[in-house]
């Protein structure tokens, strides 16, 4: 009998599914988008319910895509999510009490500002975090503080607060298993990255409860099986779980210290394994968990994260309506040979590592009378490539470590355009594998990892295969000048909503 196995990424726009067979090779994929909402400037929600029946839908075009019958047939799941969106959800009814807050939302900038002041320094060395809004753990203080009933029901013990993957896996196990992992706990903003435990003196400081978060566990391993009323009658062990870039670093096979990814997403995020002890900032870098297996041994990270990648691809899509999808933007793109001066920080939502500015704004500079859409659709693309060449200057300086190569995936590591331009503006070669959904593949590995058909990392270290490497062709003059500008811009862009 053959055996499958199946990852599920709950991104920020959608949800995909892989199903992947006993070699594998990736047998079928679905896809649903869920809503994004935006109900005042700054402010970004989903759904939690719709986010849970975009899932089953997702799982469902995956089987119908392989030409399965019995989802009985999955040896097991894994599942990677957002990171730090965070939903809170009465633990009776199964009910959210608010939607779930975005990474994104930057409504608790003001807050987070006051809490960084009061205990910045204590929280960056217990978490290796920068107290910012992108983090769960003030998101989760909002919902406390403004939505009417929740510290009613905090006090009766009916509010279950966490991460996606918490709320995922309640749902698929019909409420039995309530739990996280370490590296997503590691982007709460109260996780001890030394002790691997929620930390004491941070919740009593932001006035947060540890009885409503989740139960801690190591990325791999069985959480639970899937309940046959929610699961399409099934019982499947969960048995991988972790936060979406680490996932994908996993799923590019980065088990050395040094071996760095890029995935380009909704937003765009380069980690760096650094290994079994945690390498501390001084540049705005993000010190972070990678993932922990046997029993709590976590392996560590440097994380950059950009807030706005694809979706300034999805902006011009969705908003400005210049383009009808996303795949066309890598021949437009071609069809000119520059922007003609046009740079464009896409800081919808502020701008991350490294230059952690809340109050920044989406900016277009350099625009002309003569200036065309196909230049402004390239300097979309353009962006992605500078804001990842700031992250690498700086992960270089911190870890030491020169970086010769970068593996890259996500959706736009199949865009030819953006794959030769980062590798021009780096100035180094860009490898794209042969599977680029690597978040959903890093979650199956973990799940297979967790019920013992992998005895070890080096199984699935062997399994990564290059489809294209990407060498770069600008010369250093070039490049150099081209940064000039782009620093020029994300001045511009900063502090523009700052009074």
């Known amino acids: 009998m053959s055996k499958y196995y199946m990852g599920i990424d709950q991104g920020t726009t959608g949800t995909t599914v892989l199903i992947l067979d006993e070699n594998w090779n990736c047998l079928s994929k679905g896809y649903k988008e869920h809503t994004q909402f935006f109900p005042q400037p700054g402010w970004v929600e989903h759904d939690p319910l719709e986010i849970w029946d975009k899932l089953r839908e997702a799982v469902l075009m995956a089987m119908d895509d392989a030409g399965m019958d019995n989802v009985d047939d999955i040896a097991c799941i894994g599942l990677d999510n957002q990171g730090e969106t965070v939903v809170l959800w009465d633990n009776v009814t199964g009910m959210p009490v608010y939607n779930a807050i975005v990474w994104q939302d930057c409504r608790t900038a003001g807050e987070a500002d006051k809490i960084g002041k009061k205990y910045g320094q204590m929280i960056k060395k217990k978490t290796g975090l920068v107290v910012d809004a992108y983090f769960s753990a003030t998101k989760i203080k909002w919902i406390i503080d403004n939505i009417p009933g929740v510290q009613e029901k905090i006090d009766r013990n009916r509010i279950n607060a966490g991460t996606l993957d918490a709320w995922m896996i309640w749902k698929m196990t019909h409420g039995k298993t309530f739990a996280t992992d370490q590296s997503t706990a590691s982007r709460t903003m109260l996780f001890n990255i030394h002790t691997g435990q929620w930390d004491d003196e941070i919740l009593e400081a932001l006035s947060i409860p540890k009885s409503i978060l989740p139960e801690i566990k190591d990325s791999s391993g069985v959480y639970g099986v899937t309940d046959p009323l929610d699961f399409f009658g099934a019982r499947i ?33 380069m980690l760096m394994n650094t290994g079994n002890k945690p390498t501390s900032s001084d540049n705005g870098l993000l010190t972070t968990v990678g993932w922990g297996l046997n029993n709590g041994q976590m392996t560590f990270a440097l994380d950059g994260g950009i807030y706005t990648a694809g979706a300034a691809v999805q902006w011009l899509r969705d908003k400005m309506r210049i383009i009808a999808n996303a795949s066309e933007t890598e021949k437009i793109a071609k069809s000119v040979p520059d922007t003609g001066g046009v740079y464009f920080v896409p800081a919808f939502s502020g701008l991350a590592a490294p230059h952690w500015n809340q109050y920044a704004r989406g900016t277009i500079v350099g625009m002309t009378g003569g200036t065309t859409r196909e230049q402004i659709i390239r300097a979309t693309l353009e962006s992605m490539a500078y804001q990842v060449k700031d992250i690498l200057d700086v992960m270089v300086e911190d870890s030491g470590i020169p970086i010769e190569v970068m593996r890259v995936d996500g959706g736009a590591a199949v865009n030819e355009f953006l794959m030769q331009f980062q590798a021009d503006i780096l100035g180094i070669p860009i490898d794209v594998p042969e599977i680029t959904e690597t978040t959903a593949l890093g979650a199956a590995y973990l799940a297979a990892y967790g019920i013992g058909e992998f005895r070890s990392l080096d199984d699935i270290k062997g399994r990564w295969k290059l489809k294209k490497r990407y060498i770069p062709k600008m010369d250093e003059k070039t490049r150099i000048r081209m940064l000039h500008k782009w620093h020029k811009a994300v001045e511009r862009a900063k502090d523009w909503e700052k009074d």
């Open 237 to 269: 062990p969960i048995s991988g779980s972790l936060v979406d870039q680490q996932a994908a670093l996993f799923g590019q096979a980065c088990f050395e210290a040094g071996t760095v990814k890029t995935t380009y997403g909704t937003g765009c995020f």
